[in-house]
C-alpha cells in the first residue's frame, strides 16, 4: 500500500484534472483555467523566489516575452500564437544570463529593488517600442485558422493543456527538490555566505534556477497570450504581473511544492470574483485586498499557509525556517 | 544658455529628489530596511496639497508642514504595527511587507480620487526669475531652496546633536545601544516619522509644478532608490549629491530624447551602476 504522504499529491491532480469538468458554467471554467495558469508562473517564481531566496519583483519581463513572441509571430509573420512559446523560452535564456550575473552580486532588499527596477525598464521600453504594437499592444487570431490556432470558445482545452504544463512544472521541481541542485538552492536561500562557504557555487546555481524559472515563465505568457489573444505593456509587462507570482507563492508557501498551486486556488478566485462583482479590474478593488494580504502574511505568517498546514496536520514535519 | 538652463532646471528638481531620499537613506541606514512604499509616501503628501488647496484654499505654507506632520505620523504608525514586527523576520516577510503597503497606498487611492490626474494651478506660487538670460519659476526655486534647507537640517540632526548620535548608535548597533540606555524602538519610530516627514515635506512641494496623480509613487520609489544607490546607503550628503546629479541627467535626457524616455536614462543609468559599482558611486563595499 502507499504511503499516505506519497499518495496525496497524486490525489490532488485527480481532483485538479476532473473538477472543471463537473461544471458546465463557463465563468467557473475560465476561472479554472486562470488559476492553474497562475499556479505555473508562481511555481516558476518559487525556483528561483522561494528555493534559492532571491525575491525576484522583475519575473514580469519574462511574462512579457513569453506574451509578446506568441503576438508578435502571429501579427507579424502569421503564424500560429503558440509558434512563439519556443522562441520565449530561448529569449528568456538570452534575458538571464543578460540580468542574472550583475543582479545576483546584490543580496536581499538590493536584488528585489534592481530586479524591479529592470522590470520597470523593460515596460518603459516596451511602450516605446513601436515594432510591437507601443502602448497599444497586440492583438492574436480573431478567427482560427486552423487547430493551430489554439482558439477555442470554451476553456476547458485551455485548461488541459495548462494543466499538463504545470504537472511537468511540479514533476521537474519535485526531482530538483531531491536532487544537489535543490540542497544547493536551499542552501543558498537559508544563508549566501555560509552556502559558499561550504563549497555551494552560489553564482552559477542561482543562474541554474533562473534560467528554470525565466523559462517557465516565459512559457506562462505564452500561453497567456494564447488563450487571451490579447497583450499590451501593462498586460504583459507591468509590475503587477510580477506581485502577482510573489503573492501567489508567498500566500500557499515560498520554496514548497504545492504552496504556488495552493494560493493560485486561494487568490485568484477571489479576484476574478473582485473584478467581475466591481465592474472591471479599473478599480483597484482586488489590489486592496491583495496588498492587505500581503502585509498580513508578512506580519503573523511569513511561510504562508505552508507554515499553518502542520498546526491543523499532526502527521507533518514543521518545515525548517 | 539652454546648457545653464538645464542644470538649474535639473537642480531645482534634483534638490526635491535628494530630500525624500534622504528620507529613505534615513530609513535604510538606520534599520537596512527598504521601503518600497517610499513613492506612495510622497504621493499621499501630494494628495494633501491638493485637497489643502481645493478644499481649505490655502497655500503651500499651511500644507507643506500640514503634509510633514501627516506623514510623520503616518511613519510612526507603519513602523509600530507593521515593519517593527518584520523587521527580523525572515527577508521574505521584510521585502514583501513595505509592498504590500505600497500597492494598498496606491489603489486605494486610486479608489478614492480616480485614476485622474489633477494638479495645482501653476499661479499658486506664481512669478518667474529672469537671471541673465536663465529662467527660474518661482515654484520650482522654492522648492529646491526648501529641499536643499531641510536635507542639510537632516545632516546636521544627525552628526551634531545628541539624538542624532543615539539614532546613529541604535543603527550601528541595537544591542550595543541598549546596554548602554539608549531605547532602540522609539529611535526606530522617530527615523521613520522623519523619513515620513521628508517625503511630505517633497510631496507638499512637487505637487506645486508637478502632476498629481494615484501611480506617480511608483517612479518616485524607483528614483529614491537609485539616488540612495548612487549616494550611498546612509549617506544623506551622498543623498542629496546623488539627486542633484539625478535632477540633472533627467533634464538634459528630457531636453535631447524626449520627456517620455528620460525614465529609460535613469533607470538605465542605475543598471548600468549595478554591473560596475553595486556599493554605490559613493558607498563603501
Known sequence: ?321 | MILLQLVSDGLQLGAVYALFSSGLTLIWGMMNVMNFAHGQFVMLAMYVAFFCFTLLKVGPAFFVPLAAVGLFGFGVVVYLLLVRHVMRGPMLAQIISTFGLALVLQYSALWAFSANFVSLPTTLVGGVYDLGGVRLSAARLLAGATAIALTAGMHLLLTRTDLGSRMLAVSEDRVAAALVGIRPDPMQALAWGLGAAATGVAGGLIALFFYVSPDVGNSFTLLAFVTVCLGGFGSVPGALLAGLVIGVVESFSAYWLGPATKDVVVYGLFVALLWVRPQGMFGRA
Open chain 1, 1 to 321: 500500500m502507499i504511503p499516505l504522504r506519497r499518495a496525496w499529491p497524486v490525489a490532488v491532480l485527480v481532483i485538479l484534472a476532473i473538477a472543471p469538468f463537473l461544471t458546465a458554467n463557463p465563468f467557473y471554467q475560465r476561472v479554472a483555467a486562470l488559476v492553474v495558469l497562475a499556479a505555473i508562473s508562481a511555481s516558476a517564481w518559487n525556483v528561483i523566489g522561494g528555493y534559492a531566496g532571491q525575491i525576484s519583483f522583475g519575473h514580469s519581463i519574462y511574462f512579457g516575452i513569453g506574451a509578446y513572441a506568441s503576438l508578435l509571430l502571429f501579427g507579424r509573420f502569421g503564424l500560429p500564437p503558440i509558434a512563439g512559446a519556443p522562441l520565449g523560452i530561448v529569449a528568456s535564456f538570452v534575458v538571464s544570463l543578460i540580468i542574472g550575473p550583475p543582479t545576483f552580486r546584490l543580496r536581499g532588499h538590493y536584488f528585489s529593488m534592481g530586479t524591479f527596477a529592470i522590470a520597470a525598464l523593460a515596460e518603459i521600453l516596451v511602450v516605446n517600442w513601436k515594432f510591437a504594437g507601443g502602448a497599444i499592444g497586440l492583438m492574436g487570431p480573431a478567427m482560427p485558422r486552423s487547430l493551430a490556432d489554439l482558439l477555442f470558445r470554451n476553456s476547458l482545452p485551455y485548461y488541459a493543456i495548462f494543466l499538463a504544463v504545470l504537472a511537468l512544472l511540479l514533476a521537474l521541481t519535485h526531482l530538483m527538490q531531491r536532487s544537489r541542485m535543490g540542497f544547493y538552492l536551499r542552501a543558498i536561500g537559508a544563508g549566501e555566505r555560509a552556502a559558499e562557504s561550504l563549497g555551494v557555487p552560489v553564482q552559477r546555481y542561482k543562474l541554474y534556477a533562473l534560467l528554470i524559472s525565466g523559462a517557465f515563465t516565459a512559457l506562462a505568457g505564452s500561453l497567456y497570450a494564447v488563450m487571451i489573444g490579447f497583450v499590451d505593456p501593462e498586460s504583459g509587462f507591468g509590475i503587477l504581473i510580477s506581485v502577482n507570482m510573489v503573492v501567489i507563492a508567498a500566500l500557499g508557501g515560498v520554496g514548497t511544492l504545492f504552496g504556488p498551486l495552493a494560493g493560485a486556488i486561494i487568490l485568484v478566485p477571489l479576484q476574478e470574483t473582485t473584478n467581475a462583482l466591481l465592474g472591471g479590474s479599473g478599480t483597484g478593488a482586488a489590489y486592496v485586498a491583495y496588498g492587505l494580504i500581503i502585509m498580513l502574511i508578512a506580519r503573523f505568517s511569513p511561510g504562508g499557509l505552508a507554515e499553518l498546514w502542520p498546526l491543523i496536520n499532526r502527521n507533518g514535519r514543521r518545515r525548517a525556517a
